[in-house]
């Protein structure tokens, strides 16, 4: 496909993109005045233009045999947007605020990229 097919693609898949996302990440920070190092949530990223999709996966428990159901959770966002694996990004879409952790590598594809998010517990 030539330059032009994906900015076409790119362009009505940005206009998909209902939600803003907020990524943060846990970094070492040292307080000017006492010079001490301690871990803290830190913004680096605001007000992303992002789509959150979510998906039914049926499986089966091992133990019980019993059909279970749980849901997989992806974000859509632009290519050249940076988040590494284990950042905490919050994700505004349908009036709803909700935290997520990036759970691994991102898919990038010259359009768009996809990140499997599971939700936010805690820092690790």
């Excluded at 709803?96 to 691994?104: E, N, P, T, V």
């Excluded at 990038?108 to 499997?116: A, D, L, N």
Aim: charged share 25%.
């Amino acid at each position: 496909m030539d330059t032009d097919t994906f900015e076409l693609q790119r362009k009505a898949l940005e206009q998909l993109y209902t939600g803003r996302c907020t990524v943060y990440e846990y970094k070492n920070v040292t307080n000017e005045v006492t010079k001490i190092t301690t871990k803290k949530e830190a913004e680096v990223l605001s007000d992303i233009p992002c789509r959150l999709s979510h998906s039914n996966i049926q499986t089966t428990n091992d133990n019980t045999g019993a059909a279970e159901r749980s849901i997989s959770t992806k974000l859509f966002l632009s290519p050249e947007i940076q988040i590494r694996p284990g950042s905490k990004i919050a994700v505004m879409q349908n009036n709803q605020l909700k935290f997520y952790a990036s759970s691994g590598e991102p898919a990038v594809y010259p359009t768009h990229q996809e990140i499997m998010l599971t939700l936010f517990e805690r820092w690790t």
